[in-house]
């Protein structure tokens, strides 16, 4: 089952604004991944942030998490027709192995110049 | 962050036949993991592979389908046995370190 839900489903903007994508998920997490998919090529790891963290920066992605509200966000800031491309947000579940990614159904993003 | 790589790229099959996919990893990692994503769909977790144990697969997933080696600790192979065209698909290994799950370039899988 999935853990995590995004929205939207899908998101166009022009080249220069910002990107907000959002996650929610069912249980209580570790931490919160975010990816980015080009193209159904391989998955790019963008953030991790943990549970007992509520924002983190990286160039032009800016992450957040409300563990009380079982939600996280992903912005990315003056984007760029090369942002365009897949975004999943994953969470970590136990499993019989310990613990596995979760995967939500991913934000499809399309940046038009 | 460790550097992934898988072969084959992408393959075209029959029906019928099997195909093993390497994942091989640039340092020594104690998991790795099998993803499978369906054309249109999100990442799906197929099997955790430890060094010298069996395979742990998920709900959905049976070891005579997916067959998965781990020799040492930074190779493995998983396997797609006995092919149907619903196994079209991309399939992805991981690991995992302290700063993240990071993946393989992916495996385009056509079954014909």
């Known amino acids: 089952s999935q853990q995590g839900e995004e929205d939207p489903q899908a998101l166009s903007i022009q080249e220069g604004e910002n990107a907000t994508m959002n996650c929610s998920y069912k249980?209580?997490?570790?931490?919160l991944q975010w990816y980015r998919q080009n193209s159904g090529r391989g998955l790019v790891h963008l953030i991790l942030?943990?549970?007992?963290?509520r924002e983190k920066h990286s160039g032009r992605l800016r992450v957040t998490l409300d563990t009380s509200k079982k939600s996280s966000s992903l912005l990315i800031t003056a984007s760029r027709a090369a942002d365009t491309a897949s975004y999943f947000c994953?969470?970590?579940?136990?499993?019989?192995?310990?613990?596995?990614?979760?995967f939500g159904k991913g934000t499809t993003l399309s940046v038009s110049s | 962050s460790a550097v992934i790589s898988q072969k084959p790229s992408r393959d075209i099959c029959q029906r019928g036949t099997s195909l093993t996919i390497q994942c091989q990893v640039d340092?020594?990692?104690?998991?790795m993991f099998w993803y499978r994503q369906q054309p249109g769909q999100s990442l799906t977790l197929i099997a955790t592979a430890n060094q010298g144990s069996e395979a742990t697969y998920e709900s959905g997933f049976v070891i005579d389908k997916f067959p998965i080696s781990r020799p040492n600790l930074t190779f493995s192979t998983l396997t797609v046995s006995n092919m149907s065209p619903e196994d079209s698909s991309i399939y992805l290994c991981?690991?995992?370190?302290?700063?993240?799950?990071?993946f393989g370039p992916g495996t385009r899988l056509t079954v014909l």
């Open positions: 340092s020594q990692v104690t998991m």
């Open positions: 991981s690991v995992r370190q302290p700063t993240g799950e990071f």
């Open positions: 942030i943990r549970s007992n963290e």
């Open positions: 249980t209580s997490i570790n931490n």
């Open positions: 994953a969470t970590d579940a136990s499993n019989q192995a310990g613990t596995a990614l979760i």
